[in-house]
């Protein structure tokens, strides 16, 4: 089959094998897989983009994963923590101001209790009709347990990669199964469930990033995050090359065909790697953004990977400025909560 048949097999199906999905990876064509893709999110998601303010409020972590800044074994680090009152001042202001989502994200920081981020969570609730995505790493099946009781909406957890071997390198201190199994969990909590992996980790091939979006298909994920690996200098992989940003397109366009109705934001690792890379994300299948809402001065040291360095501005500045963006690009901003999308 040559790869036109197979991405239309694969949009009329919603089915496909891994050696489909490489064929199309690997293949020098892009308009086609891209239109298709663009059609699809058009189909699904109308031309509406949701914006979703983060709140990265601690760097502190107590995981080793060989790609990432945070790393705890990265002693150049500036450590950070929020307070409580301060995180819930954050998410206000961005409420006030029309964020709908308010994503939770910090390293693995049991600093942060049950009881801790259970508050949190109440207290944001009590502000309106926002949604509160977590992002808190792995935790107790009774921490997820509470905190879904509590409100929170959805978890982003991301499988980083489908090969288990270089899962379990790269994460010494967890494993694959582990993460699956979290995933799993919050699954069947009721969370709406978010993944996501890296693209151009070393010791990854077309097949595995194939496997990778077979694997949020066979989760059900609701949303889906694909981003560049960005070596960091202070950590084991810092001599790495950085992912494509054409391979990570191509791999948003084929989940996107696939998927058909998961939310895939252009990522930040992408924009990070170039700023270009974000309008082709639109047009190849994306309709999220995040942007993040905590203090400046946090934000240079949520330091995953390297990026440029951060010009200070208002929080309603910034809104403004992703919305004239958005518009420019043809599109809207998204006036609903932006849950999961359901089967049609
Ligand atoms: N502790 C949370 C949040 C982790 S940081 C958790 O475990 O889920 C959020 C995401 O940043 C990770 O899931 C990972 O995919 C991404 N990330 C970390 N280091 C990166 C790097 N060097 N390049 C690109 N993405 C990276």
Redesign the pocket.
Known sequence: MDIKSIIDKIYETSEATIDEITAILASKETDYLFSVADHTRKEYCKDKIHLRGIIEFSNY?R?E?L????RCHNRSLQRYRMELDEIVETAKAAYEIGYKTIIL????DLWYTREKISSLIRRIKALGDVAITL????RDYEDYKQWKQDGADRY???H?TADEDLYNRLHPHSSFKKRLQCLRWLKKLGYQPGS???IGLPGQNLTTIAKDILLLKELDVDMA?I??????PA?P?GENHA?SGLLTLKALAVARILLKRTHLPATT?LEVQNRNNRENAFHAGANVIMRKVQASKYRQLYD??PKKSIVEKDLKQEKAEIESYIQKIGRQIADDRGDAIPLI
């Open positions: 972590c995981c994963c790609y990432c800044g945070i994200q910090s390293g693995e992002s808190l790493g792995e982003l957890l991301k980083e996501g992996f890296m995050g981003g560049p690996f960005l070596p960091h950590t992989l992912g690792a995953i990977y």
